[in-house]
């Protein structure tokens, strides 16, 4: 018996420090990354035509409906490009459930400066319109919740803080080599200069190096 007892008080010591800890509200700045879909692929059409009789003559509605399989991109406000997950449009299976017309993801730049991808989880509460009612960048308090299998971002509602969205942190798929963006030309005067097209006295002003830039080592 008093072995079980010092079990479970061990437990206890070990569980409550975790759930003050999904209690405790952290920093965070929460960002809308826009989305587009990239590497789109078509893969055919779909005839969803559908004509059923009508009071007058027949009514049809439906019609073609383009086909294609791609992948979500986001925009990071520093420019690069982040491959989110794979998407389908058009009148397939594939396309209602990973539909390519989200406009934009939640990025989290948690307390501890990690940058984190979140997923909405649907809880039948409301929160279909939760992240309309932040701008496109927030500063937000959140806290961790853990479940069996599963890690939580809890975000309470800015309207009604008894209201909070759930989400999990979404695993982003392999990404390609970063491609670096050309670099971009200050003036297009060193350009001319080479090419020929300007006249000598031309020339002589604004190509010959001033005496402050033939001092630089």
Not at 4 to 23: I, Q, R, S
Not at 34 to 48: A, E, I, M, R, Y
Not at 55 to 74: H, Q, R
Not at 116 to 128: I, Y
Request: overall charge neutral.
């Amino acid at each position: 018996m008093k072995i079980t007892l010092v079990a479970v008080l061990g437990l206890l010591m070990f569980v409550a420090p975790c759930m003050a800890k999904d209690n405790e509200y952290r920093t965070g700045t929460l960002t809308k990354a826009l989305l587009h879909v990239g590497s789109k692929k078509d893969t055919g059409f779909t005839d969803t035509t559908d004509c059923r009789p009508g009071l007058v003559g027949v009514n049809c509605t439906g019609g073609i409906v383009e086909n294609y399989d791609g992948k979500l991109v986001a925009t990071m406000p520093d420019g690069s490009l982040v491959v989110v997950r794979d998407c389908a449009a058009g009148a397939t299976a594939a396309a209602f459930f990973l539909s390519c017309s989200q406009p934009w993801v939640f990025v989290m730049t948690e307390e501890d400066g990690t940058t984190t991808f979140l997923e909405h989880v649907q809880l039948g509460s409301g929160e279909d319109k939760f992240g309309d009612k932040f701008g496109d960048s927030a500063k937000v308090l959140y806290r961790i919740e853990h479940k069996p299998g599963v890690t939580y971002i809890v975000i309470p509602d800015p309207d009604n803080p008894k209201k909070e969205g759930r989400y999990t942190r979404m695993k982003l798929p392999k990404q390609a080599a970063a491609q670096k963006a050309p670099p971009q030309a200050s003036d297009n005067i060193s350009a001319m200069c080479a090419s020929g097209k300007l006249s000598p006295e031309q020339q002589a002003k604004l190509c010959t190096p001033t005496p402050t830039e033939d001092k630089k080592p």
